[in-house]
């Protein structure tokens, strides 16, 4: 409650006149150096927002009267950058990937350069250091659906799997359940073959009947055994490497409703030299053939 202001006998300072239950409130001001630090900050913040881009419009922003912008400064920055790399990529463009291997001085280039591409652009699906996940392919084996070869992973990473670009590869695996090509029966029996290609034991009885529904409906694009044609974008079935995973149930639903998953032509996005230094680091990764 309100009270008289006094000197606090104790401390010599004057109270501020409140008190709470019998306690009385010293008056004890923030030294000045404090308070001119504090009204110099704010007249420092009028100013910077008068200079520099601060407050929000409607439609974008006040972008303050002296012009400047970091995101011009970074824009420029990363020109100069890409200036002064210019020699470098045109080299890339013009070679072929194996002749870019053989040049130290490139691919100490494409190992730098790749390495930030390939985070920025690839990483989110294909994992660090292209370890894969569920539904994207591992890119440090030696297992490739479309090909491991320079050109191959070239012509994948430029043009992308099962997009609207018309050099894209494209790989259609019929929906045998969904679309009623095969019976739940038959899916069941090709399930257990395929899985024995692998080398998962099965009832024999079973096996047969599976291999016959895998000759005449999957022979033609995973091969005679399941060894797979890339040409065709057909995956090998018999070394126990699964894309969607290599359990009953999971093959039993790829086998129902097939998997067409896609990737970008990633050409409509990136420059040709960018393009060449990707397909050059991931074959570089560990499984290029």
Not at 99 to 104: C, G, L, Q
Not at 109 to 115: D, E, I, L, N, P
Not at 199 to 209: F, N, Q, S
């Amino acid at each position: 409650m309100p009270t008289k202001i006094e000197k606090d006998a104790a401390t010599g300072t004057d109270t501020t006149g409140h008190e709470w239950d019998g306690i009385k409130e010293l008056n004890t001001p923030l030294p000045k150096w404090w308070l001119y630090t504090f009204y110099a900050c704010i007249v420092w913040g009028v100013i910077y927002t008068v200079l520099f881009p601060s407050w929000p419009t409607l439609s974008s922003h006040f972008g303050g009267t002296s012009g400047y912008s970091q995101r011009a400064d970074v824009a420029a920055d990363l020109a100069a950058q890409k200036a002064g790399q210019a020699d470098l990529r045109e080299k890339i463009v013009a070679m072929d990937i194996d002749s870019i291997r053989k040049d130290p001085a490139l691919m100490g280039y494409v190992q730098a350069a790749g390495r930030v591409a390939f985070a920025d652009n690839c990483a989110g699906c294909h994992g660090a250091g292209g370890a894969g996940a569920v539904g994207f392919p591992v890119l440090a084996d030696d297992d490739w659906i479309w090909g491991g070869k320079p050109d191959q992973i070239l012509q994948t990473i430029t043009y992308g799997i099962r997009n609207a670009n018309e050099n894209s590869r494209i790989s259609d695996m019929p929906r045998f359940g969904a679309d009623q090509l095969l019976t739940k029966e038959q899916i069941s029996d090709v399930t257990d073959y395929v899985l024995s290609l692998s080398g998962t034991a099965g009832d024999v009885a079973v096996l047969e009947r599976g291999a016959v529904v895998f000759a005449e409906n999957c022979a033609a694009c995973h091969g005679e055994k399941g060894e797979g044609v890339q040409d065709m974008g057909g995956p090998r079935l018999s070394d126990g490497i699964w894309l969607y995973g290599g359990d009953r149930k999971s093959v039993v639903d790829t086998i129902t409703n097939a998997r067409r998953g896609n990737m970008p032509a990633w050409i409509e996005r990136l420059d040709p030299a960018t393009v060449k230094v990707l397909a050059t680091y991931v074959h570089a990764l560990g499984g290029g053939q």
